[in-house]
């Protein structure tokens, strides 16, 4: 019986999130403010059915109420995460609060399959990196002179990746971050954003050619740190992020094709630099080949996303624990497998409704500061989810960096949930950007309506006047 309830679950799962995905595109047709949300409503509904779902599959394999324990706080997290945006920032976009809950959603019930320990820990970060971002729209919007610090952010950035360099652990091959008191924390994951403010607030100083050639030596300085800790993904994340916004704030692709150019130079140069990336290309190459010397996690990745095929195996069904570090680097592969590519796809898909939200905030905000920062996050945001996806499904060589919001990782999450805030910040900066506009456009329209009032009443009493005397003279 049980193996039943597992097997309709999972194209239960499957149409659950499929319906989903499609609201949220299928939302930006729609222009009336009831039909909209309407629409946000359903997807809130899809996601705790999906929820409820999965710990309910879980629940009948384990037989632990544990398992049921984690899901009502889990759903309590969802359910106050959504309320309180729309109760403390009621300009918030509420799309983007459904996606970022909805792929927190997944995240937890893959690593509750994977892990039930690292799914609580997850949890408990989660739920304090929620209620610390709950501070940060407000910040965006009342704080107006954070364009104005250039200098501080370039300062911290630089120390917080030095700091790294000094005194980080090695791990994987690379000095990724130091651990106090328990807690490991990986500063370049929080520099990401640091360093989106710093290229943001430069260019809005100056687009002049000797400020652009400071940003792009500061912008070197934060990859170069990167690399000498071997940070590759981080360093790569943080060089195209500023080709792209130094190719929105000038429109110049010589620019872009220079990066281009000497990104590729300071890649093979790597390759030949550093062992583990020459076993990364290598395993990129061919894995089966490599299968004993580091391409053993690509060909257990490879293999279960091909078992798993379009509709899964069924959570508990599969082996995804035979894949290496599945619930952080390749947690991706651990969905496809058990969930299915139906569903991977689909939350692909979600991952690129919050990019398109992002670039949609940052066309429309008139400030160069606000708009810098919103297609800077963004493209942060969506080459990350690319890197992961791309590694576990060997389109490009493996970079080490985690799914946003689904993988396991404290920084990483902490870090995604306050970009997440900013934009919803940036958000409401814009819906008051709009307000400010229609409020200036009503005062014109009604000093107008005045003016041609007066001009009427002046232009019947001049007339009057003008009669008057030629009465008298007949007279």
């Known amino acids: 019986m049980v193996n039943i309830i597992v097997e309709i679950s999972k194209y239960l799962m499957i149409l659950l999130i ?4 499609y609201h949220c595109f299928s939302i930006f047709g729609y222009y009336d403010p009831y039909d909209q949300k309407r629409i946000l409503r359903r997807q809130n509904a899809l996601m705790f059915m999906l929820h409820i779902v999965a ?11 544990k398992i049921l324990a984690f899901y009502v706080i889990q759903t309590i997290l969802f359910a106050a995460t959504i309320l309180l945006y729309q109760m403390l920032y009621p300009k918030s976009s509420r799309l983007v609060v459904n996606n970022m809950c909805m792929l927190l959603c997944i995240g937890m019930i893959i690593l509750a399959r994977l892990n039930y320990e ?39 950035g630089i120390a917080s990746l030095a700091i790294v360099v000094v005194a980080g652990r090695v791990s994987y091959g690379a000095k990724l971050g130091f651990t106090i008191g328990g807690i490991s924390i990986q500063p370049s994951e929080l520099v990401k954003i640091i360093f989106v403010f710093f ?3 430069s260019f809005k100083l100056s687009m002049e050619f000797r400020n652009i050639v400071i940003t792009t030596a500061l912008a070197a300085f934060h990859v170069l740190i990167l690399v000498v800790s071997k940070d590759l993904g981080a360093a790569l994340i943080i060089f195209v992020v500023y080709l792209a916004m130094l190719y929105v704030a000038t429109h110049q692709f010589l620019y872009v094709a220079a990066g281009v150019g000497a990104g590729s130079a300071a890649s093979v140069a790597a390759y030949y630099l550093f062992n583990h ?6 395993v990129w190459k061919d894995p089966f080949a490599a299968y004993d010397n580091g391409g053993y996690q690509v060909a257990q990745s490879l ?4 078992t798993g095929g379009w509709f899964g195996m069924g959570l508990f069904q599969g082996m995804p624990d035979s894949i290496p570090v599945a619930d952080e680097d390749f947690i991706f592969s651990a969905i496809a497998e058990e969930l299915g590519l139906i569903f991977a796809l689909c939350m692909i898909l979600i991952c690129v409704s919050c990019y398109v939200m992002f670039l949609n905030i940052a066309m429309q905000l008139h400030d160069m500061f606000y ?28 970079t080490g960096v985690t799914l946003p919001l689904v993988s396991y990782g404290g920084s990483s999450l902490l870090s995604t949930l306050i970009m997440f805030a900013i934009i919803q910040g940036l958000y409401i900066v814009r819906e008051d950007e709009e307000e400010d506009i229609e409020r200036r456009k009503r005062e014109r329209q009604r000093a107008r309506r005045n003016r041609q009032a007066y001009e009427e009443r002046y232009g019947k009493r001049r007339d009057e006047l003008e009669r008057a005397p030629r009465g008298r003279k007949k007279r």
Request: charged share 15%; net charge positive.
């Open 303 to 306: 293999f279960a996303i091909g």
């Open 18 to 21: 499929t319906m989903y995905t």
């Open 199 to 201: 290229v943001a607030s």
């Open 371 to 398: 708009k810098m920062v919103a297609l800077g996050l963004g493209t942060c945001y969506i080459f990350q989810a690319f890197l992961n996806i791309g590694g576990v499904t060997k389109f490009i060589p493996s």
């Open 277 to 282: 990336v020459k076993t990364r290309v290598i």
């Open 118 to 156: 690292k799914a609580v820990k997850q949890y408990l970060i989660a739920a304090g990196a929620v209620a610390i971002s709950m501070a940060v729209p407000v910040i965006i919007r009342k704080f107006k002179k954070l364009s104005e610090w250039r200098n501080l952010y370039a300062v911290a």
């Open 55 to 65: 710990f309910m599959v879980m629940y009948l394999q384990k037989d632990d109420m």
